[in-house]
């Protein structure tokens, strides 16, 4: 079974088409903004364009346009294409950058979040989160994250300011898609925010 992965909830966007176990193709690309321009045409260049029978898409905690971009393009390719479209959670796989070439280790995951806070989540050594995903300011997620590797893309900052550990600056990248749990997939394909929205409706 051939499996597409898309990433869009960061600076980062990410594809990757797997076959059982297999990478056929992939594509990484860091570029802030235009994941709505660029993601279709990183399909398409995949091996038959990207065609799977099961689809898998980050929901997020992560940029709110960047994630409903990624959702919306799955949905449409698994109405399409008449495939099974999954979501999972985005700091779960860049937990996974800790266990990458065989290792099992817990690890924090710091990103950038909205408004200056960070998303911050923490993960066993299986990948799977030790609690939910939460904002906080930098300070706040000093003080409680105390996992000795930490991963992502404030990683580096987070150690510094606590002055132990060892940061894995990381992205979400769908190549490493195959070392999430299981467990984690969902068919719920709602969006996974870190904070409350700023908007308010009206009473």
Known sequence: MRTLVIET???ACSIALFEDDALLGSDHRVFGRGHAEHLVPMISDLPGKGRAER???SLGPGSFTGSRIGIAAARSLGIAWRSEVFGFPTLALVAANARTEGKRQAVAVAMNGGH???????FDESGLPRA???SRTSDDAVAVMADELVAGTK???LIEARGYGTA???HPDARLFDLLPPSLLTENLAPL?????????PA
Do not use: M, N
């Not at 925010?193 to 308010?200: H, L, Q, S, V």
């Open 9 to 11: 909830a960061t600076e």
């Open 55 to 57: 689809i898998c898409v």
């Open 116 to 122: 200056g806070e960070w998303f911050v989540q923490s």
């Open 132 to 134: 939910a995903h939460c």
């Open 155 to 157: 990683a580096s900052a």
């Open 168 to 170: 894995l600056e990381a």
């Open 193 to 201: 925010y870190g904070r409350a929205p700023d908007a308010k409706v």
